[in-house]
C-alpha cells in the first residue's frame, strides 16, 4: 500500500487525542446515526445498522478520537473479497485524514487476510470520495443507474490487490 497505518493515524491527529479503532457494538447507534443522517441524503435506517451487526461477514469499525465517535466504516469480507457498504466521518472532523485512516484499515485488513478485490459503490457526485478511493488504487468499473434514490447513479469502483501486488 506505501502508507501505514499507523503514519495515516498521527496525520489523523488533531490535539493529543489519538485515532484508534474499535468495533461497533449496539449502544454505539445513536452516534453514529448522527453521523449517519449528518452525511447522507438517504441515510441507512438504525435497524440496517443493527442488522450488519449480527451478520458474521460484515464489520463495522468505528473511529473515535478520545471516547467521541467521529467515523465509521462498515464492509463485508466474503470469501477473498471485501465490499465496502458504508463509510462516513462527522462534517466538522472532515479532512483531517480519518476516511483515509478508515479505508487505509481495511486495506491493511484485506492484505492480512489474503483478500484478492475490495469493491464499493460510490455516488458519482462525491469528488472527494472518489479522488480518496483513487489515492488507494481503486479504478471504475462501472456505473449502477439510479442505485441511489433520487436517481443518482453510483460508480462501481474496485482495487485488485494480488494484481498490484504481482506487479510491484
Same mark, same amino acid.
Given at each position: 500500500?506505501?502508507?501505514?497505518?499507523?503514519?495515516?493515524?498521527?496525520?489523523?491527529?488533531?490535539?493529543?487525542?489519538?485515532?484508534?479503532?474499535?468495533?461497533?457494538?449496539?449502544?454505539?447507534?445513536?452516534?453514529?446515526?448522527?453521523?449517519?443522517?449528518?452525511?447522507?441524503?438517504?441515510?441507512?435506517?438504525?435497524?440496517?445498522?443493527?442488522?450488519?451487526?449480527?451478520?458474521?461477514?460484515?464489520?463495522?469499525?468505528?473511529?473515535?478520537?478520545?471516547?467521541?465517535?467521529?467515523?465509521?466504516?462498515?464492509?463485508?469480507?466474503?470469501?477473498?473479497?471485501?465490499?465496502?457498504?458504508?463509510?462516513?466521518?462527522?462534517?466538522?472532523? &472532515?479532512?483531517?485524514?480519518?476516511? +483515509?485512516?478508515?479505508? /487505509? $484499515? %481495511? !486495506?491493511?485488513?484485506?492484505?492480512?487476510?489474503?483478500? *484478492?478485490?475490495?469493491?464499493?459503490?460510490?455516488?458519482?457526485?462525491?469528488?472527494?470520495?472518489?479522488?480518496?478511493?483513487?489515492?488507494?488504487?481503486?479504478?471504475?468499473?462501472?456505473? &449502477?443507474?439510479?442505485?441511489?434514490? +433520487?436517481?443518482?447513479? /453510483? $460508480? %462501481? !469502483?474496485?482495487?485488485?490487490?494480488?494484481?498490484?501486488? *504481482?506487479?510491484?
Amino acid at each position: 500500500m506505501g502508507v501505514s497505518l499507523d503514519s495515516l493515524v498521527s496525520v489523523a491527529r488533531r490535539g493529543a487525542e489519538p485515532l484508534r479503532f474499535v468495533p461497533m457494538r449496539g449502544e454505539d447507534l445513536d452516534a453514529v446515526m448522527e453521523i449517519e443522517r449528518r452525511s447522507f441524503p438517504e441515510p441507512w435506517t438504525p435497524g440496517l445498522f443493527l442488522h450488519e451487526l449480527k451478520v458474521p461477514f460484515s464489520k463495522t469499525t468505528l473511529a473515535l478520537r478520545g471516547d467521541e465517535i467521529i467515523g465509521y466504516i462498515c464492509r463485508w469480507l466474503v470469501g477473498d473479497e471485501i465490499h465496502i457498504l458504508n463509510i462516513a466521518v462527522r462534517p466538522e472532523a &472532515r479532512g483531517g485524514g480519518i476516511g +483515509r485512516a478508515l479505508v /487505509a $484499515l %481495511v !486495506m491493511e485488513e484485506a492484505e492480512e487476510s489474503g483478500v *484478492a478485490l475490495i469493491t464499493l459503490e460510490v455516488r458519482r457526485e462525491n469528488h472527494a470520495a472518489i479522488a480518496l478511493y483513487q489515492a488507494f488504487g481503486f479504478t471504475e468499473r462501472g456505473v &449502477r443507474r439510479n442505485y441511489y434514490a +433520487r436517481g443518482q447513479d /453510483a $460508480l %462501481v !469502483m474496485s482495487c485488485e490487490l494480488r494484481a498490484s501486488a *504481482a506487479q510491484a
